[in-house]
């Protein structure tokens, strides 16, 4: 009797554990967790000799940006802190990058690597008065680029991540069921079938080092 009771307490105690684990809110996200989350970056001079100019960025700038991300668009679950901050650290090369170099897209940019209908909508979001309409559908390289260009400062380039998760994957945003703390296959189901994206094993490794950062 004492046995079962033991083990009834304890199956109730694992799962409240689980129960808190998968609430888990954020209000920020700390220097200290992405040097663990985004070893690379916390390297000393890490942007010292960066492989695009002007593009590199510290952790330290990444979490003041991140947590102002946070804040601006209400996204502080934990599950889905560690879905866009993963997404974030592999588009950009652990933030290395701040528009794509690889094959050279153009318009393509900020840390989450939005495609430029995504980039237009999110700087006419942000900036209207600097982002004309008949930018819209353009195919001009340098129209695209000039669009990109609005949004590629610290707090819109790592922003972008969660106003895409708010604004353009809804049905991914604080559902209980999506993007759970610590499920490896709501990130993949994310990356799939939210962003768009294609899975890979280094989606899996750098989802791997921030859910144990953060």
Not at 24 to 39: F, G, I, S
Not at 71 to 93: D, K, N, P, T, W
């Amino acid at each position: 009797m004492r046995f079962t009771l033991t083990l009834c307490v304890g199956l109730l105690l694992a799962a409240a554990g689980r129960a808190s684990a998968a609430d888990a809110t954020y209000t920020q996200v700390t220097v200290e967790q992405l040097n663990r989350a985004v070893p690379a970056a916390a390297a000393p001079g890490y942007c010292s000799a960066p492989k695009a100019a002007g593009e590199c960025a510290t952790n330290s700038q990444a979490a003041a940006a991140i947590t102002n991300a946070m804040a601006r668009y209400g996204v502080r679950r934990r599950g889905e802190v560690v879905a866009l901050v993963a997404l974030m650290a592999l588009e950009s090369g652990d933030w290395m990058y701040n528009t794509n170099h690889f094959p050279g897209r153009p318009g393509q940019g900020t840390r989450a690597m939005l495609m430029y209908p995504y980039t237009y909508a999110y700087a006419k979001a942000l900036h209207p008065a600097d982002t004309p309409p008949a930018a819209e559908g353009s195919t001009d390289p340098a129209v695209m680029n000039q669009v990109r260009g609005r949004v590629l400062g610290d707090d819109d380039s790592f922003g972008a991540a969660f106003w895409y998760l708010v604004h353009s994957a809804p049905q991914y945003h604080s559902d209980p069921s999506k993007l759970r703390d610590g499920s490896l296959d709501d990130f993949k189901d994310y990356v799939v079938n939210g962003v768009g994206g294609a899975w890979s094993q280094e989606r899996e490794n750098a989802w791997n080092l921030v859910n144990a950062g953060l």
